[in-house]
């Protein structure tokens, strides 16, 4: 039986082990800077922003772990947070499945995090750890959608794809992360659902399991930085937190 006067404890995955091929050639993506600093930095400072985050797992390219680990000692975290950098694999879920690997056994609350999202605000990061410790055992921060969606039949590139279907926007919702979870289910998760199976997403697993997951706000600087546009809104967002909140 778990002690209960034991501290709760949160850690963080960080898979950043993408190159960020729709990015364009380069880097890879969370190595590349936002306003001087590596997006992966920003990434593990928002994680560590949170007070209740005391691991953080940073999941590197392949062939990269040395050099992530060098890189992140340059950018020095509170005394509360450990860091520890593992390699990744081939697709992200091996990356995820790589880094909850690396959890020591005693951990509460799990938070899954691209780094590919270096500017999640930390009220969003708190909003899922309260949702996961208040009994749900898997959390999503997620945005209603302004645009509508058709389903298509798809065909090969260049021929027009007919549409199928329009499902209720309202019912739709764009998901960020970090995702926050029970460590058991998302353990028993990825240990169970084989890869390829069209989960694009750690609560996508978890739904294959037949487990709850359930809704929290997100936010919009949150998005995630896939395209050459996405590095324009985030120095933009960068340069006015910057000049605003004295943000580093
Ligand atoms: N083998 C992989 C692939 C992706 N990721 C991580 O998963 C997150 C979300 O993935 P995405 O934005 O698609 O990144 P990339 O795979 O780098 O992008 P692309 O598909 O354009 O190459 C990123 O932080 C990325 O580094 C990972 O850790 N390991
Ligand atoms: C996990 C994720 O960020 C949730 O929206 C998204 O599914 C990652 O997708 P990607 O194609 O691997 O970037």
Do not use: W
Not at 164 to 193: I, M, S, Y
Not at 208 to 227: D, I, N, Q, Y
Request: proline share 10%.
């Amino acid at each position: 039986m778990s002690d209960p006067s034991r501290p709760i404890r949160t850690a963080a995955v960080i898979p950043a082990a993408g190159r960020g091929v729709r990015l364009g050639p380069g880097t890879p993506k969370a190595l590349r800077t936002l306003g001087g600093t590596p997006m992966l930095v920003h990434a593990v400072r928002a994680m560590a922003a949170s007070r209740a985050v005391s691991l953080i797992v940073v999941v590197a390219p392949p062939d990269g772990a040395t050099e992530v680990d060098r890189l992140l000692h340059e950018y020095p975290l509170a005394d509360r947070t450990d860091l520890v950098v593992v390699p990744g694999g081939r697709t992200r879920q091996e990356s995820v499945r790589l880094g909850l690997a690396a959890l020591p056994q005693d951990i509460d609350v799990v938070l899954v995090h691209d780094a590919a999202r270096p500017l999640v605000p930390v009220d969003t990061v708190d909003a899922v750890i309260a949702a996961v410790r208040a009994g749900a055992p898997a959390v999503v921060p997620a945005l209603p959608l302004a645009d509508t969606v058709k389903q298509i039949d798809p065909r090969p590139q260049g021929t027009p794809e007919p549409v199928v279907g329009t499902p209720e926007r309202a019912l739709l919702r764009a998901v960020q992360t970090p995702q926050g979870f029970d460590p058991a289910t998302l353990l028993k998760a990825h240990d169970t659902v084989v890869e390829g199976e069209g989960a694009t997403d750690d609560a996508g697993l978890v739904e294959r399991l037949g487990a709850p997951v359930v809704v929290v706000p997100g936010h919009e600087e949150a998005f995630k930085v896939t395209r050459p546009l996405d590095l324009v809104l985030a120095e933009a967002v960068l340069a006015r937190r910057r000049a605003t909140d004295g943000y580093v």
